[in-house]
């Protein structure tokens, strides 16, 4: 975890699980498995779930931290804050328990804003009645195609406060995006030696349904062989809309 990030729409990264596996075609290039294996080749003990260090293995399989949920009782000042940036704290082997174990620690800490992000939507769909869900969590999920546009009618009936898609990295239209009751929208292409393209049309498409929705709309980045190469202006500006001022 970070007490500080550089991914534009937040300001810190609490992982209290690491580590997930593939299940759509959004993880292809994966920041997180690239990440996770440079960090075990440093030794980082939080990234050794595959066994010996020594091994080739990525240190990328789904592990939980429970000493990691002390972490944001020490933050002093109120910030936004990712959860699990490298991991998904809705994945099938993450138990319903622990799950309520990090909503604990996001309602005993209300002065800071988290932002909890998952692929596993129809999981989040079958568990939201059995969470309590405080007003300092905003809930997303990742829509990188329109293969996967049913993600957001599950999000649709989730009760968090604020609702947010984030359609990164965008890898197509996404025709017949229906942002009733959703609050929030980040898009952004890839970034990396594998990039895939980022068409301008996509996202004005989504910036525009976003404007007729009264949607909040972010725009992250271009995508390129690093993450600035392309910058960060669409149409000569930049859109870093929010949906809510940042708990205080």
């Not at 990691?68 to 998904?88: E, H, I």
């Not at 568990?127 to 990742?142: F, Q, Y």
């Not at 609702?163 to 929208?185: M, R, T």
């Not at 980045?221 to 870093?240: M, N, S």
Request: aromatic fraction near 8%; hydrophobic fraction near 35%; glycine fraction near 8%.
């Amino acid at each position: 975890m970070s007490d500080r990030s550089a991914i534009e729409w937040t300001e810190a990264t609490w992982n209290p699980t690491t580590g997930c596996d593939r299940v759509s075609e959004g993880c292809d290039n994966c920041y997180a498995l690239t990440l996770a294996k440079r960090l075990k080749a440093m030794g980082s003990a939080k990234y050794q779930a595959d066994g010996d260090p020594r091994t080739s293995g990525p240190g990328f399989g789904l592990t939980l931290h429970p000493d990691a949920l002390a972490v944001p009782y020490g933050w002093k000042s109120p910030r936004t804050v990712f959860v699990n940036s490298m991991s998904d704290l809705f994945h099938a082997r993450v138990p319903l328990d622990y799950v309520r174990r990090v909503f604990t620690v996001i309602s005993e800490t209300p002065q800071h804003t988290y932002q909890v992000l998952t692929k596993r939507a129809r999981r989040l769909r079958l568990v939201a009645d059995r969470l309590e869900w405080p007003e300092n969590l905003w809930m997303g999920v990742s829509v990188e195609s329109a293969k996967e546009l049913p993600r957001v009618d599950d999000l649709r009936r989730v009760p968090a406060s604020v609702k947010f898609l984030s359609c990164e990295p965008l890898l197509g239209p996404l025709d017949g995006l229906d942002l009733d009751g959703i609050d929030w929208v980040i898009a952004g292409g890839e970034s990396g030696p594998g990039h895939r393209r980022l068409e301008e049309a996509w996202v004005t498409q989504i910036r525009d349904t976003c404007q007729d929705a009264d949607t909040a709309f972010f725009f992250k980045q271009w995508g390129g062989r690093t993450p600035k190469a392309g910058g960060r202006l669409l149409e000569g500006r930049t859109w870093d809309q929010m949906p809510l001022p940042v708990a205080a």
